[in-house]
């Protein structure tokens, strides 16, 4: 789907990187909590000049986290919303939150698929999927596969914010 019009604005965001705006359809349909939190994030401004402190080549770029570092997030845990992997699974665009082991622990950081990694489907919230503007998805800057994917110097998102409430 290209056609911004077919969007429920309400349930889109737009997350600005350097190279231009992506386009991210909610699923609250599969995660109405995690949904819900994201954009409640991105209406306080919380994703602004956050970091994608962790990027895979061929895998996924992961950001949210206020610190940086990997181990920060808003302070509000969130149980799993996980959906079998016959409803949704993990691919280019796919949108799913980072967690520590424990399935109950996501909170505001989320990665966003470069490719298939069907191991993680049934593992992780996915809440949306990236309709428009993945190639600018594909230029966030990558980490070295020697730390895990952790980026010196990285990308940030330059603002996120629901579609219904965009001024521009």
Known sequence: MSDKTELDLENTLYLDLKDGRVVIKLLPDLAPNHVARIK??????????????????????????????????????LEQEFSHPSVAKHVRGTCSMARSQSPNSADSQFFIMFDEARSLDGQYTIWGEVVEGMDFVDNIKKGSSFANGTVKDPDSIVRMQVAADAKE
């Open 40 to 77: 409640e994030l991105a209406r306080e401004g919380f994703y602004d000049g956050v970091v994608f402190h962790r990027v895979i080549e061929g895998f996924m770029a992961q950001g949210g986290d206020p610190t940086g570092s990997g181990m920060g997030g808003s302070g509000k845990k």
